[in-house]
């Protein structure tokens, strides 16, 4: 089974972030519960969860709470038909996700192989989860409209979560790792 390690907002920036969802998800009729917004810093496979979990809270131990810049939309095409808010790969976050990485892998942890091509966003919108699947005409617009309004925030991140792949809150969560204050 697929884990993922997240990156999630504090309240602020998670419900000015939500109200772009909400109204998304809404105008598409997509899901039932919402997904939670959060940013992926990495994918690990069948990990020893212990032995994971010890591993990331000594790479977070000097990492603070900071923050992310948003800066407009970026979508994923079908079979994905994901529409995205892009975060910016410069700062805290690149470093954080690229150490995690390289850490992971160097304990022969199953982790992404070249985490320079990937994309750091936040996923508003896709077929996961969806109660329907929306047309490619429908996707094509929510993700124009979204790239139209030009979001740009920057958005604090205060704590790292370790998740199973589920769209329940509640069971999701394996382990959490809050930031430091300043």
């Not at 690990?44 to 948003?70: T, W």
Request: glycine content about 2%.
């Amino acid at each position: 089974m697929k884990y993922y390690l997240v990156a999630l907002f504090d309240k602020d920036s998670y419900s000015y972030i939500e109200r772009i969802q909400r109204n998304i998800c809404r105008k598409y009729r997509l899901y039932k519960n919402m997904p939670v917004l959060h940013i992926t810093l990495e994918v690990v496979e069948n990990p020893d969860i212990d032995k994971l979990s010890k591993i990331v809270a000594g790479i977070l131990k000097p990492y603070k709470k900071f923050k992310v810049e948003i800066n407009g939309a970026i979508c994923f095409e079908p079979p994905y038909k994901s529409v995205n808010l892009k975060v910016e790969s410069k700062g805290y976050i690149v470093r954080l996700a690229r150490q995690i990485n390289e850490r992971l892998r160097m304990y022969k942890f199953n982790v992404r192989r070249d985490i320079s091509k990937w994309d750091l966003h936040i996923s508003l919108a896709n077929t996961n989860y969806a109660i329907r699947e929306w047309s490619s005409k429908e996707y094509s617009a929510a993700c124009e409209s979204l790239k139209e309004k030009n979001v740009y925030k920057m958005a604090r991140i205060d704590r790292i979560a370790l998740w199973k792949p589920i769209n329940n809150k509640r069971d999701m969560l394996i382990k959490s790792f809050q930031l430091r204050d300043f």
